[in-house]
């Protein structure tokens, strides 16, 4: 992090919402992370597309796991706090307090996920009036984004909900109000996920024209009429009922927020790959795509300028790195696709019995048992005659086709454990596949890239992340620093610290020691992808 005027030993932490678990880090000013810990947290699925979660579940694990990787450890040296989170929406009362999203009228349960696909008839609706704003979300809004879930709890939920709501919140603005007790925006998700414009607000046209012109009214104070760039200071910091939660020291600086994929893409996009010959070095950082591969995978490739990609998100200003536009590919579900088909197939239990007999993950067990299924033919090949189409939640990127539903073909009547391990693969490369379709949109529209960063939960398979560089082509660069995300949002709690003075300065590769943050170390993979055996 070049040009800090950071005191020497100082530390920040990140706090990491994903879908699944909630992680926190500890992080020192050159980026290297010195503790790590993670929590579960709970999701229901009430009915079929309906996925909701809890805040107050999620604010007490960022309690444990903030207070665990403090431990030890002089906190008077922790100068800031930066959360990134799953672009939820957080549904609360006027006086802050839980409501519920449910026709069940259970307030616990408050918030509405981003994989929730409740919402199908509002955003075609939303869709149908092909409004301006629609133009930067890649023509077509997504089921995903809060417009049609405000919409629909407006239509269902009425009295239990909508007449009482004081506040819609992104969960990363949410974690940054809890913690500091203001309720700014962040630029990143009211850009990203509520149609706000970086350049000119709100658009009063828009909710008017949806059905939703209550906003206008009260002047957008539910939604959002303070927005600061993400990485800003808010207020004094933390509040003492929130340095009691968390176990940090009160007034320690908190940032605005970043969404968990924004995170990630700060975290490994600057990242320095001086020496390593790779096609990227010396090119301006546009050439890059960070892909944040957790329950879902998110493509994000900056531009100096504005670039329109049919069925890509974006392009949003300042959304992710200050002053680039943004373009946001992404697969609704891959880890969770990769999760779902392992674990329905007959041969699990005996996976599951194998791999816990050696001590290892299903995944590592999965990976050591094609290479000996390969025989002498390279891995890609086993799978000539089966082929997955991986649309299993819709296609976000780049078809934008919500209704659109998964494939397997070539299945035979046995279900061994090879037959598993086949099926992983075939799931993987489609995976894969549809990372080389979205670069491909994102080529054709004016992107030009050479290079591929990965992070995320699914980077830390060998198989998914060599079958990336095989499909696409590209080389791929891992980060030493396998939490990248949670760099991501320590970034954050180090500008908010007033350390650094944006977050763009951290990410300039600079010769002068200590080096930037993240301090990465390319680990490259560049291999062809082969020409016959390719799935789909
Ligand atoms: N070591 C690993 N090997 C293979 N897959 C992994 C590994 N660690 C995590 N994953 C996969 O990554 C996905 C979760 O990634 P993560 O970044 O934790 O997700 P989220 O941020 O959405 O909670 C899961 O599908 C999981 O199976
Ligand atoms: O829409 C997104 C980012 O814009 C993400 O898909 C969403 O936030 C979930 O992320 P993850 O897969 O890491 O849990």
Redesign the pocket.
Known sequence: MPGGGQEPGSYYVGVDV???SVRAALVDQRGVLLAFADQPINQWEPQFNHHEQSSEDIWAACGVVTKKVVQGIDVNRIRGLGFD????LVVLDKQFRPLPVNHEGDSHRNIIM??DHRAVSQVHRINETKHGVLQYVGGVMSV?MQAPKLLWLKENLRETCWDKAGHFFDLPDFLSWKATGVTARSLCSLV??WTYSAEKGWDDSFWKLIGLEDFVADNYSKIGNQVLPPGASLGNGLTPEAARDLGLPAGIAVAASL????A?GLGVIGADVRGHGLACEGQPVTSRLAV?C?????HMGISKDPIFVPGV?GPYFSAMVPGFWLN?G?Q?V??KLIDHVVRGHAAFPELQAKATARCQSVYAYLNSHLDLIKKARPVGFLTVDLHVWPDFHGNRSPLADLTLKGMVTGLKLSQDLDDLAILYLATVQAIAFGTRLIIEALEAAGHSLSTLFLC?GLSKNPLFVQMHADITGMPVVLSQEVES?LVGAAILGACASGDFASVQMTLQPSSQDPPPLPDHTALLNRTRPPSPGGNV
């Not at 989170?85 to 939820?88: E, G, I």
């Not at 957790?294 to 998110?298: A, D, I, M």
């Open positions: 994903g879908t699944g989170a799953t672009c939820s981003w994989l995903e990203c996920k969404i968990d994929a924004h990630g944040i957790g329950t879902s995978s998110c998100w946001e992404g609704s891959t880890g995320g995300v």
